[in-house]
DNA sequence: CCGATT
DNA sequence: AACGGCTAATCGG
């Protein structure tokens, strides 16, 4: 099997000839290249009436670009229709003249006109980008680099590097380290990046991964080597780093040695409050990473104090990266076989793309002419249209015991099969009077399926496979590695699966279509209200319900066994009316919970885990202190309830707060900048707080996370906002982190078990039980 | 105090 | 550069 690891092109006498860059496996030669040469660049146009004519009008034109004109035949909304494919004779040449063929008057429109040739040609060609691979197969390398700033200039002072073949490093041009094996200095930067090239050559790398590299360690790298006359040339000889405009953000490229940033990777993959290495290193591996004060770098360093610690923390950067990677990277290695893209693209991709790949390879499969991206005027319009969404049903706030959660196993995508909702099954002729129609009026063809529905139907059958696949895999005690690779495709299938419904009604998607959107929604909120329906007919207390869930409470004490019966008897009595593509199925049973509002609520299940959803616990944009407290509130009164106990915990903190003994990391609140500074109608603390920053030096950009503090100076909340590292610890505003933090959150816990807010102002002002 | 903005 | 629903804080008239 080989394993395609990425794609280029070039040009070679006008023409373009493609670089295929494949691994080896035994790793005796670097990477194994193939060249085509005989892929030619093409898109269609749709003639205005008969295409007989319309070729014969481009052939008059005599673009000097076009090689060749050809009659195909191809599918249009479930219909052939005849158009031109024209080829050129180099890539570049689509872009130069589909507009001069647009312009034609026999031309209705062109068609694939804006697919890049290289990712083109690998649907075309039918190629499977990181076919077979795995982490024990690659060789995956990580690196970081320690910056200082001097004069203006960003200056690497430590390159880090760990590979899975075992080696670590932390080279570095001004401190020996014996003691320390990982350590290598080099007489110059200049020699300490060319001895990071060289290792990543020598060690016959795979795959280069970093955390922020898009952003930051190959921007400067590039930087650096343009300055000390450096060839950064790190992949395929003779081909330098390309930095390459992804949209906002830029993308390194490393040809021929796919660099995976997992910055964006992460952010994708998981739900956190924030995204620092340290904190996606503690949430997957449940273990502190190694971190510093990154203010005092370089007077450490210059100084030559703390040297130890800041090479421990430079390699443990490249080391919790890399073990990372090993653990995001499969299912990246999956998604690339399974939308056929290169792993650089399929990496950096949002899952609305990843879909739309997904598609325009089964469209190129099936004949079917893929539909243009919206332009400008198009998109607008799209934006203006809505629809209504899910259903949530208002909670009933308060304590709950014996909770059982049911939800339907991929509502949407089920909605979306069982309906055969598509851009091109609606009002079919095929079916008179006898379609699917959805509560929003919408007609759907109920003979021949839809490229959406087909495609979901093969994305949720893969999945089953590859889960029984697993299961059976991990009961026999199979290889680590396979195991890894299947849980990695069916979580893989099942983000394709889930974003189908969110891509049709995506403004920038070809296959944009809001009626299917607005269907798929409509017929969502009908299931989960007619299920919350036959619950209640059936005597259960419905006490809440979120889109395609529904909890109910039962205060009787209840056995395992009934708790069972009670379950299996639901399922079966919903399920038998469900068409076959639907299932309700039981999530799972909670021993208490407490609501508070619509998609705000906790619940602990019977091996004491505690899940809260919505509550402050789960959001940046509120202090830590607040959060542990609200945290530390919720277990009190789930697990012991004791109210009591949990007015202690609040009046230990607000001591601690007014005492100043609150460190400042406590006090952070994380709010992201949207939009430039001066197009602020409404400054709110975070606003405020960069600009101030701004002021003074700092760098603040669209994007930007600002991390900010209340103080005590100032008027309006507005005015005491400072973003960290312009505070002082103690210089914080007790006062507001009481009232406007750590209060509100535990009281919106306290109020939802019925104390009125009266009780809880004076329980917030006098801090004493009275009220209780 | 209340709607708008975030 | 997936969707909409929803809550809540803060600003600013």
Redesign the pocket.
Known sequence: METLLDATYRTEDEKALIQLFYLSDTHLEDKKLKEVRNFEPYFYAVPRGSAQEFLEEIKAAKFPQITRLEIVKRIELRREIEVIRIVVKHPSHVAEIRERVAELKKCEETREDDIRFVQRYIIDADLTPMNGADNKKLRIASFDIETINERDKIIPIIISYADNLGLRKAWNYKHERHDLKFVEKCPDEKAMINKFIETVKNQKIDLIVTYNGDNYDFPVLKDRCKELGIDFTLGAEGIEIKMER???DMGARVIGRPHIDIYPVCRRMFSLPRYTLEDVHLALFDEEKLDIEVEHMHKWWDAGENVDTILSYAIADADSCLAIALEVLPTEYELSQLIHQPIFEVS??????AIEWLLMKMAHDKNILVPQKPGDTEYATRRME???????V?PEKGIHDNIFVFDFRSLYPSIIIAHNIDPSTINCDCCEKEWHISPTGIKFCKKKKGLIPELLEDILNSRVKAKLELKKLVAEGGDKTKIKMLDARQQALKILA??A???M????ARWYNNDC?SSV?AWGREYIKNTIKSAQDEGFRVVYGD?DSLMMAIPEKLTDVQINQIKNDFLTKINKKLPPAMQLEFEGFYTRGVF?????YALISPDKKLTVKGLEIRRRDWAEIAKRTQEQVLNTILWEKNPQKAAEIVKEVVNDLRAGKVPLKDLLIY?QI?KPLG???????HV?AAKKAIKRGKMVKPGDVIQYVITKKGS????KAEMIGFVNENDYDAEYYIN?QVL?AVM?ILEALGYQEEELKGFGRQMTLGGF
Request: no cysteine; charged share 25%.
């Open positions: 992804r949209g906002m950096r991709m949002g899952t609305g793309n809505s629809y209504e969404g899910a259903y949530v208002e889930n974003s419904y969110g891509y009604g995506f403004s920038r959107a929604a889109t508070v509002t619509k998609k705000r709010t949207t197009e602020y109608e409404n400054t709110g603390p405020e309006s909340i507005s005015d406007n509100p919106r």
